[in-house]
Every structure is written in structure tokens, then in C-alpha cells.
């Protein structure tokens, strides 16, 4: 009823303190009330990155930073040098969006240092937005900051905003000295804003552009890291993966993305991960706008509601051996992760569902691909599968392991 029939009536949501460290935090498409900005915001999303038209029009980007990443891989392999998997995915994912913002790399290279603090800030700005405050129960707390939530998160949201807000300036002074356009995503962000100024402007621009690459990269590399687990804990159902991947390889040796979307078997890797290590275990928060009856209680105006997505993916009434890695049940039935099917919303449901689903979809099938089959992983130390929370759900250590090219 929350996500579905009464929707609209709690549909809102409660934004923490955390958030308001955001320089521009009433154009953040996750907290924001679904008002105008708001539909502007997922308006612009599917226009410019996430519609099939975009995700196809932009694929070749993704395909080139894959093959950027493995090269370093395979460089890597013949130093038998070991690889934090997880870095490596966010490493990929940062450069794909990056490159369909920008048309450059947001680093110099894979081995950068740059990447392990971008990765860090990533994860506070992640952390603070999901971590249990005082200040969101008691407001009065709020200028106190007794657990420094807020200043950790003013810290990484300055970090990043003055990264974007240095490329997204570059532009602007290249298209006010009439130089010929990128044709990426920022410049058609640019050209969308230049006709609708009072809906979408600069600072929303920004702000869409942090939301995005901090989402997008924290989960990609998040679910990477546990389906690199899961498949180095179940090493047959890695070889399954890898022999249904050589059906689609080219004959220049190469992986497309488009293809990967139809392996049964890597998918049904892929929503088992999401259903056991579910990317935010609870839905980021609802708040109603109105009273609404939901089921037989009547619900004032602004409570906050909170849905345990992690619970249910784990509910015995609906899943055999819950506890269990089991790709194989997602081969018996049609159940995705888009929304309709309750006892498995990763990505939430309704019209606050993550917006940048089918990007991830595509990003995750095409690294997970990458890293089997040309690659054999092995682990030096015991793999420990136990877990943080944040406002997603992390790998409490991470995943190092050494690379043995396979295929060429």
C-alpha cells in the first residue's frame, strides 16, 4: 500500500541533517518532495542517461572504460599483483559516468590515489546519510552536532561538489567561447537548461551530477564486490557464468554490453546478490503528506515510514532456503527487481524507485562479465561475507584477489 495504492500520499520524504550539509540539498532528487523540481530532475535523468534510447546511444563509452580497466587487470595479473575488486568497481563505474558526463576520466589512471580517497569520500557521504543521528529525533540537537554527522558530511559533500562544479564551470567558459560542443550528457544538460533557466539551471545541474556519481558508484562497486564474493565462495556456479559469457564473446575476442543483458544465468547471479545483500537494505525513508488508512490503521500527516526490503527478500514465506546463495531460483520463475514483485524491491518501487536502475543494470552485467571470463580470481585470505550499513549495505572488509588472465 505504501509503495503502490497509497503512493501518492507517501510519497515525500524526510531529509536528514546530513543531507542539509549539500550545498544545493532541495534539488537532491532522493530527498526532495515530489513536487515540480523534483519531476524536472527525473525528467532530465531519462532524457539525457537513462531511457533505452540514451542507455544505447551510450554504451560504447561504457565499453571503452571496461576495456581501459582491463588492461590494467591484465597488467596487474602478469605482476601477480592483488586487486581490491570493490575499488576496481567503483574505479569503472566512476570513469564510465564520468566520461558520459564529461567526456574525460574523473582520474589519471586505475592505480591513482585519487581513486581510493574519491572512493572514501564516496562511502562517508553514503555513510552519513543512512547513520542513525540524534539530531533527526531531537531537532535541538541539530547545532550541536553530538555525533559530528554533519560535519563529516559537509566535509565530503565540499569535496565533491568542488570537483563537479570544476568541470561543469570548464564547460561553460568552452561554450561561452563558442568552441565546438562535447555532445555529452552535461552539454545536453546545458542546452536543456538554457530554455527552461527557471526549472533547471546550473545548481540543479551540480547537484544532479554529485547525486549520481555517488549513488551510481557506491552501488556498483558495493554489488560488484559481494557477486565477486558470492562466485569466488561457489566456484561452479563462477565456471557456469563463465562458459554462458563465451557464447556471447565476439570474434575479436571482445564483450557488448547488449549482449550480456540476455544471460539468463549471470542475471540470475546478479538479482541474487541484490536479494541477499540488498544495495539499501531499508528503502531510504517515506513520509506521509496527507492522514491515509493504511491497512487497518489510520496514519497522521508527516509520520516517517520506513520499509525493510532486506527483510523481505529474506522471508521464508517466499523463498525457499532464504539464507541460501541460490541463483538458480531466478531461473525458475519471471520475478525482476523493478518494482512489482514486493518480496524483492533492491531498488525500491513505486515513483520514488531508484531512477538510475537500468543504468546500474547494464553497468553491473557488463563488469561482472568482464571480470569472469577473462579473468580467474584468486583470493589469498578467507573471504569474510559479514557486512556494514550505510545508507547501502557494504562488504565490512574488502574483496582482494590476485587476477589470472584466462582469455585475451
Not at 544545493?24 to 526532495?32: E, F, G, P, Q, R
Request: some cysteine.
Amino acid at each position: 500500500e505504501i509503495l503502490l495504492r497509497k503512493d501518492e500520499a507517501c510519497s515525500s520524504r524526510p531529509v536528514p541533517d546530513a543531507v542539509t550539509a549539500l550545498k544545493h540539498h532541495d534539488k537532491a532528487v532522493l530527498w526532495i518532495p515530489p513536487n515540480e523540481t523534483w519531476q524536472t530532475i527525473r525528467k532530465v535523468l531519462r532524457m539525457y542517461l537513462t531511457s533505452q534510447h540514451k542507455l544505447d546511444t551510450l554504451k560504447n563509452i561504457r565499453e571503452n572504460v571496461m576495456e581501459e580497466a582491463l588492461a590494467f587487470i591484465r597488467n596487474a595479473g602478469h605482476k601477480k599483483a592483488a586487486i581490491d575488486v570493490g575499488m576496481l568497481g567503483f574505479a569503472v563505474s566512476l570513469n564510465q559516468l564520468s566520461k558520459t558526463f564529461f567526456s574525460q576520466s574523473m582520474t589519471a589512471s586505475y592505480e591513482a590515489d585519487d581513486i581510493k580517497e574519491f572512493q572514501k569520500v564516496v562511502e562517508t557521504a553514503m555513510e552519513v546519510q543512512g547513520k542513525f543521528n540524534l539530531a533527526d529525533i531531537f531537532p535541538v540537537l541539530k547545532s550541536f552536532d553530538p555525533q559530528n554527522v554533519w560535519r563529516r558530511a559537509k566535509k565530503a559533500f565540499v569535496w565533491l561538489e568542488e570537483k563537479v562544479e570544476v568541470k561543469v564551470n570548464e564547460r561553460v567558459q568552452h561554450r561561452d567561447s563558442k568552441l565546438p560542443k562535447f555532445g555529452d550528457v552535461l552539454d545536453s544538460m546545458l542546452d536543456y537548461s538554457v530554455d527552461n533557466e527557471a526549472d533547471f539551471n546550473l545548481k540543479h545541474i551540480k547537484t544532479l551530477i554529485v547525486d549520481v556519481l555517488v549513488a551510481g558508484t557506491d552501488t556498483v562497486a558495493s554489488v560488484t564486490t559481494w557477486i565477486m564474493s558470492e562466485l569466488l565462495l561457489n566456484p561452479h556456479m563462477l565456471l557456469k557464468v563463465r562458459e554462458e559469457v563465451s557464447q556471447i564473446v565476439g570474434e575479436d575476442g571482445t564483450i557488448e554490453e547488449a549482449k550480456t543483458l540476455e544471460l539468463s544465468y549471470l542475471h540470475a547471479v546478479i538479482k541474487e546478490t541484490l536479494r541477499l545483500h540488498a544495495g539499501s537494505p531499508l528503502l531510504a525513508p517515506h513520509i506521509t503528506q496527507t492522514q491515509v488508512q493504511i491497512g487497518n490503521y489510520v496514519v497522521p500527516k508527516n509520520t516517517q515510514l520506513m520499509v525493510n526490503a532486506w527483510a523481505m527478500a529474506r522471508d521464508e514465506r517466499y523463498w525457499e532456503k532464504p539464507t541460501v546463495f541460490m541463483p538458480e531460483r531466478f531461473l525458475k520463475n519471471k520475478m525482476d527487481f523493478k518494482g512489482q514483485h514486493f518480496e524483492f524491491i533492491p531498488f525500491g518501487s513505486g515513483r520514488r524507485k531508484c531512477p538510475g536502475m537500468p543504468l546500474a543494470e547494464r553497468m553491473l552485467s557488463l563488469i561482472v562479465a568482464s571480470f569472469v571470463y577473462y579473468f580467474d580470481w584468486d583470493a589469498k585470505e578467507e573471504i569474510d561475507m559479514n557486512d556494514k550499513y550505510g545508507l547501502t549495505l557494504l562488504k565490512a572488509t574488502p574483496l582482494v584477489a590476485s587476477p589470472k588472465v584466462m582469455n585475451k
